[in-house]
């Protein structure tokens, strides 16, 4: 597999795991039932709770992870490997986080299985993130076109000292 391809595809797969993460935060992951009244069996009160409500601070490791993507394209080889850290931890969270899930509130209510999708999104931003701290170093950058050289002006080209917005045919005495 090329660099160029392997890049690709762990910046696709850290934002799909981010927005796979989001996607499932938003869903409703907990239903309870209380009686309104005590001895009312049929009024009752039933409420529902999302992911993002019931793990704190799993939105926000998700957001996190989606915002990496785009420092993975910007940065260069340490800030990727920083950049892979910071993915990686955030998807050790939420597979921590969606771990804990069924047993901290099996009692309560009925449990959807929407905590499952974020598993797997976690699972998926932990490899990818792993992938950008092993492989980010060697995978292509943005170019250096639009970047201030720093040749003198002597040694630069016609076409550069226009880009650069002075007049090449004037003499610099």
């Known amino acids: 597999m090329t660099r160029a391809r392997e890049y690709a595809i762990v910046l696709s797969s850290i934002v799909v795991g981010a927005a796979l993460a989001l996607f499932s935060l938003n869903r409703v992951w907990l239903t309870t039932t209380e009686p309104v009244l005590p001895g ?6 039933e409420e529902v709770f999302t992911g993002a409500q019931v793990l704190t601070g799993a939105s926000a490791a998700s957001w996190a992870c989606l915002l990496c993507a785009l420092a993975v394209l910007a940065t260069r080889r340490v800030g990727r490997v920083l950049t892979g850290v910071v993915v990686a931890l955030a998807g050790l969270y939420l597979a921590i986080q969606s771990a804990r899930f069924p047993s901290s509130f099996g009692s ?19 490899v990818s993130g792993a992938l950008a701290i092993v492989r980010g170093g060697s995978w ?9 050289g720093s040749k003198p002006p002597e040694q630069e080209s016609v076409w ?12 610099d005495d």
């Open 108 to 126: 309560d209510g009925s449990i959807s299985s929407w905590w499952i999708f974020l598993m797997v999104a976690a699972l998926i931003l932990v």
């Open 140 to 148: 292509p950058t943005l170019s250096r076109r639009y970047e201030r």
């Open 40 to 45: 009312a069996e049929n009024a009752v009160l």
């Open 160 to 171: 550069e000292a226009l880009d650069a917005g002075r007049d090449p045919t004037l003499a």
